[in-house]
């Protein structure tokens, strides 16, 4: 990978992180009114993987989905207006933060249905296939998605007919406070793929060249047609499961677990690294920093002033309004 | 794009019983494999997944040797894995093709409510129209001879509930070739009933493709007394009744909605300001069926022009038996319209 | 038997929004946690499972501390699998338990749909009685603040199509708390439909066991020109109405069905026989919802008494927007009930 | 095992093969008005299993489970009637050929919906371990159950709670004219059994024996409180997937594939060795099978003689007509 990759991985990674600590500091305001599911912690699996996509893979995200919408190119003014529920936003205020979307980068909207996104992101596989492109489909879900059929279900069809599509399980052990453990047997969603006939890895999560590795070999299988992976990316929320409140200690995750993720921070990790390797140095991070400030600041600027929508626009979309 | 040159079929040239222009005879089997044929052959977006397609028997003789024809990319069997199947179909809509997914059973699709419901019905106005589901559901409900309680539910009530989706249900072959046809270039996610009974039935089918509006009814029968509106097969009772009703001296008006969602609302307040009296046959069970939702539409839109109350024809709200006497004390017939109208009618 | 013991309240002594005998004040939210408090402490065979029903937030604080009372076998944490627990509560009441199956909310429902209308609806009917099944599938939807499309279904109406299912939703502190306790002990399987805008509410509720019968309704203000049914959260509403319909000079009757299945169709006639005119006020999407085979029940049995169209205050036939602005237009209030009415009273 | 149970497992597999084969004549009568799902050739499966069971042990089984209706001693009498759809039917029918039902012998009724009773075994072993009583559940399911979530689904929770159920797959390779391999990737059923933490084996499904030891193994283990296990027996059907029709050669399964399995009759395997072993011969043969006919013709006789069910039945049992 070059150096250049490099940095966009850093930026990428920042990128979410700001936005989302930003996020995380407005919503007190209550201007966000709508669920948020943050991924400060997790930005890694989005940034290894969509680095090495096109603009016209599709990916398919879940309640939350910002580090994926970002990292695939999803437009950033749009993401907020679409928090703020405005006119403006990638939904035009209708989805929220749970329903991202933009086709344009092949964002074709994202389900807070656990398991629900995984049978849809087989279906754009399944379109590559019969349409002998060679678009590549990435399907992220969480632990809790592994409980479903639906994850079954869709490995099974999806290696039945070599789809170019891609899982990538974002495993942080938790769904809402409902650990692992007390879903699943074992922790092995890796192992699924085994009997699925495809590849399988469970990888740290949080090292974004790791992933980025991973991801860039099921991905290259993916436009070779052959077939399905499955990414079992072990990681880790430092928020709370939704909203902006922690969840730590008394009776939710132990302190000590908490501590031990936050220590293997994805960012400060990669950063550390690519200063070693020479690649980055305090001017850098701080140059990147700004444009991503004022990116952000752009943002919610452009979100805060766009209108909401019109109650007249209630009754459009139920249907499509075309045949084709 | 092929779908322009589609000749649509005007209403006005329909009548009675799929008699359409020309005088091709086919049966409502072989109008729904027509469909898919020439679909498969204009629209290359076009494929049919579903359990069994493919195999000897092709889901009823409907799509029997479509796969020798298509190959088996656009034609093929899956696992038994409904909901995902579902979900399967939705997103390879959203990536642009135009999916046929089939259910041989009605009660299978209780499966896939998840995909359904919560997704590919929502999708289109969840993200402003700029992802759409142009997939077709098709599914087939069946009747008598012990299919028992889970292989011949009529759940088309329940689906009516579902924004985002449209329902179709086709008693005619040249409505169910046209109502496919329609379905197929539709953008939004249609529902497709069927009816196994209806299978068999005859009917005036043009060779040529051409799409039926959805949403809107046409009258199979004129008539001044009372308005039967029927649902799926409970066309063939409705006629039947009809007919018996002349010979008993009443005049029935006999309404097709073909589509049930979005409904042809005007249809019914016409026909019911001409007779007063309305009389809903449906295939399902009564509570919370489509019935109960066109006589909800009649109390709203056409109460001045009523006479009298409005009765439901339906299966009772239990379970469907095996036993073959059950089944016949379960399912409504054109007796049970008739003596219902009778009742309506004279008092 | 330890349920014969249960002190069954009768309806006559209940009153407005709660109002029962006594004057312990508690919430909905209180009042359902002391249901389920006293039926594990009463009845070795209930049990609770969801997910998330024995974390620290315990489902809105209605199961908090009950695994600590009654240990981890009894209250129970599950995978996020819907259909699946549903079968497996549905198997362990045919074997002689009584589960308490949660669903946060009611979207996530449509995952289990084989499981609850194939299986555990059916099966009492399919074998004749020999095996019931004694479940309660408890769960809640939402309103506002950006739910969205998934996360605030009301789908009570599609589920009224569903032959062997009993369906609740109670609205007031002590119909909740009655309402749980009779679906425990019934020996069917019975959805008990929540909305959690009433979790706040507040009404006198008995400290004692106590059920109230399904399928009754009750009056909840008594009136004479208008007739306004109300479902669920939906009575809250219709109080407000009936309440500014006073200051207008216009007296409404406001029906609480608290049932939904089986319903009881004499109250809504004898109430619509004082009052001639009719408003049915749902929570869900307006086409095949519990309005609508309200509507129907009222066009066929009440047709006579009537003097004006039934009208019916629901959700438009949308998927739910996140916007606050469309969210405001899209959910019905006291203000579209108290113009509705006004219309139908006035001309 | 005692000899003696030798000798009941041979007759039972000989009653189900005896009973079917009546059913096949009988139904061109046209007096059994429901579709039949026949179990011929398949016959060591329920009959290998069902030996271990104890009366108030449950079985669940599908659409087709005529086999281990019997084999868990269902009422012969009231399974014919309920073919002839008589009152006198198991589920007074009102159920069916897919529907058979014997509370008294722990048969709490069959599903016609693939997968669909494999979440009411897992049900009924989860009351056994809050009721804290020995109970087993057997579930018995097609290759074709394996597609659906629910399977998946079933099998983690039976695994994580440990749940006294035992999982068996009857592969017979179809589900309809569809073959295991265009609905699944490789076949490997019983392999899923690993990643859910609980025994899986292959096992010859037309070697009653061996179904047996296998079979005795996973319910002591239930018994034991030590969890779930999945057993996928290979066994095939003779006759079509549904009625009586024959669905071998011509686009449907190959004649050679049928006539290896017929060869490998179940059967004829197990009286072979029986009289190897000198606990079988001629005389005991014609005996049991005396016995098996008349029991047979009394059923069928009792079933033809019955009344039906009277069309003011139609709306009973809807609900449960009491509390407790
Ligand atoms: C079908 C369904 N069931 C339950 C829920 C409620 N729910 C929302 S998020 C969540 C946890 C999901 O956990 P996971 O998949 O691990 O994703 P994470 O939140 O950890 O990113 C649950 C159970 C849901 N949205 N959909
Ligand atoms: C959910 C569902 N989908 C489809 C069907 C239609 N169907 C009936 S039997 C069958 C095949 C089942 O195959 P398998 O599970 O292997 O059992 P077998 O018939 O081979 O004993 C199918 C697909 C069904 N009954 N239920
Ligand atoms: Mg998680
Ligand atoms: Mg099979």
């Known amino acids: ?324 | 794009m092929p779908w322009t040159t589609i000749q649509v079929e005007k209403l006005d040239n329909f009548f009675i019983m799929g008699d359409s222009t020309g005088n091709r005879v086919l049966t409502y089997r072989e109008a729904l494999h027509e469909a898919f044929d020439q679909s498969l052959a204009r629209d290359p977006r076009v494929f049919i997944m579903g359990e069994g397609v493919d195999d000897a028997a092709g889901i009823f003789g409907t799509t029997k040797g479509l796969k020798e024809k298509y190959g088996a990319d656009r034609v093929f069997d899956t696992p038994i894995s409904e909901n995902s199947l579902t979900g399967i179909a939705a997103g390879a809509a959203m990536a642009g093709l135009r999916p046929i997914l089939i259910h041989a059973r009605m009660d299978f699709m209780l499966l896939s409510f998840d995909q359904l419901v919560n997704h590919a019905s929502k999708w289109c106005y969840m993200f402003g129209g700029k992802v759409t589901v142009p997939m077709v559901v098709r599914t087939i409900s069946a009747r008598g001879w012990g299919s028992g309680a889970q292989h011949s539910q009529c759940i088309q009530g329940m689906l009516m509930n579902v924004p985002g989706l449209k329902i179709v249900a086709p008693a005619t072959p040249y409505d169910a070739k046209g109502l496919m046809v329609s379905a197929i270039i539709d953008s939004s996610p249609v529902l497709f009933v069927e009816h196994r009974w209806l299978h068999k039935t005859t009917g005036h089918v043009p060779e040529e493709l051409y799409s039926i509006p959805i949403g809107k009814g046409v009258i199979r029968r004129e008539g001044r007394e009372i308005t039967i509106v029927a649902v799926s097969y409970m066309l063939v009772e409705a006629l039947k009744a009809a007919e018996k009703l002349q010979d008993a001296g009443i005049s029935a008006e006999v309404v097709d909605l073909r589509s049930l969602k979005p409904m042809d609302e005007n249809i019914i307040v016409e026909s019911v300001a001409k007779t007063g009296r309305l009389l809903i046959a449906d295939t399902g069970c009564k509570t919370g069926s489509a019935a109960s939702e066109i006589a909800a539409v009649a109390a709203e839109k056409a109460f001045h022009l009523l006479k009298k109350p409005i009765r439901r024809v339906c299966c009772p709200d239990t379970p469907t038996p095996t036993s073959d006497v059950l089944e016949k004390a379960y399912y409504p017939t054109a007796e049970d319209i008739f003596k219902e109208a009778v009742n309506l009618v004279i008092e």
């Open chain 1, 1 to 324: 990978m070059e150096k250049s990759k490099w940095i966009e991985m850093y930026r990428t990674m920042r990128l979410i992180r700001l936005i989302e600590q930003r996020i995380n500091d407005e919503y007190k305001f209550d201007e966000i009114k709508t669920p948020i599911h943050l991924s400060i912690g997790q930005e890694a699996v989005a940034a290894g993987v969509c680095i090495h996509l096109r603009k016209d893979d599709y990916v398919f995200g879940t309640h939350r989905s910002h580090a994926q919408y970002i990292a695939k190119g999803g437009d950033i003014k749009k993401m907020i207006a679409e928090l703020y529920l405005r006119k403006t936003g990638c939904a035009y205020g209708r989805g929220g933060s749970m329903h991202l979307v933009d086709p344009d980068v092949g964002i074709l909207g994202s389900s807070a249905i656990v398991g629900g996104n995984i049978p849809l992101g087989t279906g754009t596989a399944l379109a590559s296939k019969i349409l002998k492109n060679d678009r590549v489909t990435v399907v992220f879900f969480g632990d809790g998605a592994a409980d479903e059929g639906t994850f079954h279900e869709s490995l099974n069809f999806a290696s039945l007919k070599k789809l170019p599509v891609v899982y990538v399980c974002e495993n942080n052990f938790y769904a809402i406070n409902s650990h692992q453990l007390s879903r699943q047997v074992g922790d092995n969603i890796y192992k699924w793929a085994q009997n699925y006939g495809m590849p399988g890895y469970r990888i740290d999560g949080n090292d974004v060249l790791e992933v980025s590795d991973y991801a860039e070999k099921a991905i290259s299988r993916c436009r070779n047609g052959e077939g399905p992976t499955l990414i079992e990316c072990l990681t880790y929320r430092w928020k709370g499961h939704i909203g902006t409140v922690d969840d730590v200690g008394d009776g939710y995750r132990p302190k000590e677990e908490y501590d031990y993720w936050v220590s293997r921070c994805p960012i400060k990790r990669f950063s550390e690294y690519l200063i070693n390797m020479g690649v980055l140095n305090s001017e850098l991070i701080e140059s990147i920093d700004r444009e991503i400030y004022s990116l952000i600041e752009e943002a919610f600027n452009f979100a805060q002033n766009s209108p909401k929508p019109s109650p007249s626009e209630l009754l459009d979309y139920v249907y499509a309004d075309h045949t084709g």
